[in-house]
């Protein structure tokens, strides 16, 4: 299914959403058939380690992982468009690696390749840190081709997980309200955005952020499209929400600042030509494009 955003947005530069890896959930718990792509001169592998990508040659390396069969978890992510099986295993920490977001930043690989890699990361750093029972402590056995791990001592299973952020554009009359986080590069303004909670909706979870963070009351609360952000499993729902009062008061924890901004300034950042150099999330992140889209509506 494609998501919303490049539907009304071809051409984009949206990172993470173009996948063309078909999951085949149905073939999971089909060790053989499983162990048959792992073998298969076909075969593409991704190897992560932390942030970043087994590389050769300053190149992604598909290669099948240095190691003994049986010696390295592999997880199975898929079939490609080509029919291609693909999996993802941790890399040794010792082999040269591409870090991700400059990957991403720098537009340096086609979009479908770096989708690729969302889900081979978010997965791979799940097993990593789910080596033992979150229950009762006993080490775990990876089962479905990645997609679950099992305690061997108390049966308790345990799924990958991915977290909800939402990211939320407020409008008000004109203008649009973006904030900036102290450790973001000089001059760059975004969407709000934060966790969501245990029991909330998602337009509680909009409510509650932008009241945090910048004291502005929000409602009509409308989603627009979402994006995974393998840093390392959330996915960002990207929505547009009205303001009852252009008032703010900035947390100061999460923002450094806050600030409503009319369109004619926002054009201006989205296009890298504001007069104090103020810009607005660069268009790989769902927040430019949540943006750009907002000032079409105030
Ligand atoms: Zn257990």
């Known amino acids: 299914m494609q998501n919303l955003i490049s539907q009304q947005l071809p051409g984009t ?37 932390g942030d970043a990508v087994a590389s050769r040659d ?32 941790r890399a040794n920490s010792a082999v040269p690696t591409l870090a991700l977001r400059p990957i991403l930043l720098g537009g340096l690989l086609p979009e ?21 029972c979150a229950n009762c402590g006993a080490p775990t056995t990876m089962q479905d081709a990645g997609y679950r791990r099992q305690c061997p001592a108390c ?21 649009i309200l973006l904030g900036r986080q102290a450790a973001w590069p000089e001059g760059m303004y975004s969407a709000l955005a934060g966790f969501m909670e245990p029991g909330e909706t998602i ?11 910048a004291g502005v009351r929000v409602r009509d609360v409308r989603y627009i499209a ?3 952000w393998p840093f390392p499993a959330s996915l960002m729902i990207g929505v547009h929400a009205v303001a009852e009062e252009r008032s703010l008061h900035v947390d100061g924890n999460e923002l ?35 943006i750009g889209q907002a000032i079409e509506h105030v």
């Open 13 to 49: 530069k949206i990172g993470f959403i173009s996948s063309d890896i078909d999951r085949r959930a149905d073939l999971r718990s089909d060790s053989g058939a499983i162990l048959t792509y792992r073998q298969s001169d076909s075969a593409r592998f991704i190897g992560i380690s």
């Open 58 to 89: 300053q190149k992604p390396d598909y290669d099948r992982p240095f190691a003994p069969a049986g010696e390295v978890e592999t997880i199975f992510l898929g079939l490609d468009a080509g029919l291609d099986p693909w999996f993802a295993y």
């Open 112 to 132: 479908v390749e770096l989708s690729r890699f969302a889900q081979a990361r978010s997965l791979v750093h799940w097993h990593e840190r789910h080596g033992f």
């Open 155 to 175: 049966k308790a299973e345990h799924f990958p997980r991915t977290d909800p952020v939402v990211i939320m554009v407020a409008m008000h009359g004109g203008a």
């Open 203 to 213: 337009e509680q979870a909009v409510i509650r952020e932008t009241w945090e963070e």
């Open 226 to 228: 979402s994006q995974p």
């Open 256 to 290: 450094q600042d806050a600030r409503w901004f009319e369109r004619d300034e926002i054009n201006l950042m989205l296009n890298r030509k504001h007069p104090g150099n103020l810009y607005a999330a660069n268009p790989y992140a769902i927040a430019h494009h949540l």
